[in-house]
């Protein structure tokens, strides 16, 4: 049966555990041998591109790249028609799109005939979540995932759905989550990738203060306040969401181990300032290093290993 990756919440538990240990194992170079993954984006990348074809081609198979204006979503072509097209020629697909319907969509058109792989959609960015569970467990627990559990990770800023999928899998991993934003930035309940579901595991505090978000925190993450699309936001977020800032002052709040986490890419001086990003404490580096780790543990388990 052809397996999808859309949400963490959407992934059992004892798949999750498999993608994360097959993602650091000895990899089976011909596992994609004549196998073709195509790479959509209707959204721009540096990292979920380079980490997506790289992971591919160390599987073996190739990947072709489609840019929106090759494909025009929705516009030129109709979603359906497209995932239709690319089931005919490849047996994978990863796609970072506007809208995560488009994915339900393929899912629901293609079947068995096409596994569709979720790179970025408005409710979840899943491999980001796989790749920074593995780089905390790097850290905290000799890269067991299960490891962390009891840990504290405190996310500052803007709540997205990066935030949205990294929340549901600390949960799923038993972490205590707290995640610190103003009125109106904060995480909501409810949707496909849901970190207040009472059955994950863990726990999720919600708080409007930045310092009460990372006290005592093992780990500090942040993101970006002007996401793709919210360019005429940009003053208006920076007046909402300056005082939660990732500083030098809030980080003195944290744990004295505590790491700081951004999935990247940063904008130096709003959300984090050059000292914190650049310290010894900074864990981007290895996030990014895990990127292409999450997607080869995605790309073999769609594949059936086990």
Known sequence: MTRHFLTIADTGDRDLETIYRLAVAPVDDTLLAGQGVALVF????????????????????FATFFSDEEIGLGHRESVDDVGRTLSEMYSLVGARVREHRTL?????????????????????????????????????????????????????????????????????????????????????????????????????????????????????????????????????RRRDLGPFAVTAEVMSHAATHAVVMHCLPAHRGDEITDEVLDSAASRVWRQVYHRRSAMVGVLRWMKGEK
């Open 42 to 61: 209707e959204r721009p990348s540096l990292r979920t591109r380079a980490s997506s074809s790289t992971a591919v081609h160390e599987l073996g198979g």
């Open 104 to 236: 339900e969509r393929w899912r629901e058109v293609v079947g068995d005939r096409l596994g569709v792989i979720n790179l970025l959609s408005d409710l979840a960015h899943p491999t980001q979540a796989i790749a920074d569970l593995l780089t905390l467990a790097d850290e905290f627990a000799e890269g067991s995932v299960a490891g962390l559990a009891g840990r504290t990770v405190a996310y500052v800023g803007d709540a997205t759905n990066v935030t949205r999928s990294v929340a549901v899998a600390l949960r799923r991993a038993g972490v205590h989550v707290r995640v610190g934003a103003p009125a109106g930035y904060q995480l909501s309940s409810g949707g496909g990738e849901d970190p207040s579901d009472p059955n994950l595991g863990g726990s999720l505090e919600l708080v409007d203060n930045p310092v009460d978000a990372v006290r005592g925190a093992d780990a500090v993450y942040t993101d970006a306040w002007v996401s793709m699309g919210l360019e005429a936001e940009t003053d208006q």
